[in-house]
């Protein structure tokens, strides 16, 4: 496994990520059939740069 730089906490780009990543929930339990929503690949390995988007990983039930 890959493994990012730092820790969560102090890393501040994480840190702003994962704050607009929060600010957005309230959107996810408005989607119906939605079962979970995870982020992936820069975030989740601690090596996002100030300019990396934020890709999420989506669950969704099977009738949707």
Not at 16 to 37: C, E, M, R, S, T
Not at 39 to 45: E, Q, R
């Amino acid at each position: 496994l890959l493994t990012g730089q730092g820790s969560w906490y102090n890393n501040q780009v994480i840190t702003k990520k994962l704050q607009i990543i929060n600010k957005f929930k309230f959107i996810f339990n408005l989607i119906p059939g939605l079962k979970a929503v995870f982020f992936c690949n820069t975030v989740a390995f601690r090596s996002a740069k100030a300019n990396s988007d934020i890709d999420l990983f989506v669950v969704s039930d099977n009738n949707t």
